[in-house]
């Protein structure tokens, strides 16, 4: 049974930091493109980060939103994908949710796998 379980979540005050994991189980997902994704009270869920499953080029992506405050990284022999958030912002307050198998579609993500969230809340 494959499951990715997210942990690192809590509260922190504005400019704070936390770093995320998602640890994954059932299967290796080194060759998986991996991600970060979130969902703010009343707002839809949103892309925060990828990385490539590629061993040559770690490819990897952000939200503009986040870009240069949150870094995505993973350890495949960990089976575990990290998101570090730095200088957070009381925006940035939402349900960080893991996600593999992910394939994009035009400007629309699709994992086959979900975790079941992790809480970051920022305080002003």
């Known amino acids: 049974q494959v499951q990715l379980v997210e942990s690192g979540g809590g509260l922190v005050q504005a400019g704070g930091s936390l770093r995320l994991s998602c640890a994954a189980s059932?299967?290796?997902?080194?060759?998986?493109?991996m991600g970060w994704f979130r969902q703010a009270p009343g707002k839809e869920r949103e892309f925060v980060a990828y990385?490539?499953?590629?061993?040559?080029?770690?490819?990897?992506g952000y939200a503009d939103s986040v870009k240069g405050r949150f870094t995505i990284s993973r350890d495949n022999a960990k089976n575990t994908v990290y998101l570090q958030m730095n200088s957070l912002k009381p925006e940035d307050t939402a349900v960080y949710y893991c996600?593999?198998?992910?394939?994009?579609?035009?400007?629309?993500?699709?994992?086959?796998?979900w975790g079941q969230g992790t809480q970051v809340t920022v305080s002003s």
């Open positions: 996600a593999a198998d992910l394939v994009k579609y035009e400007s629309t993500w699709r994992g086959d796998y």
């Open positions: 059932g299967r290796s997902f080194s060759s998986s493109t």
């Open positions: 990385i490539s499953w590629s061993a040559r080029a770690r490819g990897t």
